[in-house]
């Protein structure tokens, strides 16, 4: 990939139960550790009818876009499992019963979240939903790609939650529970690029990727490598 395209970041929010002002993830940046908790925000603005259709990680993942200024740019949502919770809860009731809730399954489709945000707004914005490996990287991809057609301004929401018990064997970073809301425009300091490295191995890293890319960005970092599977991808910060 073509690594001489160049973005920057003209605003981020981010909410975690123990992470939950802009003060606290710029600390958590110069000292990281695994954001969890249990907690959700109230998701401030949004009518009361929407908000009730929220579960954790829909509500920090709106919490986050809320706290940013209104936009009418493409929006892309960003998580690698979705709502893990409300999933278990509608197998486990069709296991039991037989049926589903029409209500919850609607909310369990992985555009859900994005939709409901336009929906509250009142917006005709170009929605992307992404379930990838490579998390944000992935939606920077699509962020360039936007920008190639004109689009000034992107706004990408990543967002995860610990996974239920039965889950857990399966998944790394089972107790990641955050979101943060990025708005990207097509110029800036910050360029992306990947390539194939079977040799180069994760060993013990600590957070996952979407937050990797996260403290990156929210520090004066020149390099941020993330190998996933056997691409390597690269953040790079350049002097204007």
Known sequence: ??????????????WSSSLRTQEDWLA??????????????????MQPINRRRLKRLGSMALG??????????????????????????????????GALSPQSFSLAVHNAIP???????KLNSNVLA???????????VEALGLFACGEQMVRIIVSEE??????????DFTDESYAYAIDLVPAG??????????????????LSTNLQAFQFLLTDDRLCKCAIGKTSWVLKRESL
């Open 189 to 206: 300091d910050v360029s992306l690029s990947f390539s194939k490295d079977a040799e180069h191995s994760l060993d013990s890293v600590e």
């Open 115 to 121: 939709s409901l945000y336009t929906i509250d707004k």
């Open 1 to 14: 990939m073509n690594s001489s395209t160049k973005f920057g970041v003209k605003a981020w929010s981010a």
């Open 64 to 97: 986050a876009a809320y706290s940013l200024p209104e936009v009418s740019s493409p929006i892309i949502f960003c998580s690698k499992l979705g709502e893990s919770e409300r999933c278990y809860e509608l197998l486990k009731e069709l296991t039991e019963t």
């Open 162 to 171: 610990a996974v239920p018990s039965e889950y857990r064997q399966y998944c």
């Open 28 to 45: 958590w940046a110069r000292n990281p550790f695994t954001p969890n908790g249990e907690d959700k925000p109230k998701v401030e603005g």
């Open 130 to 140: 992404i379930s990838s490996e490579a998390g944000v990287f992935s939606a920077i």
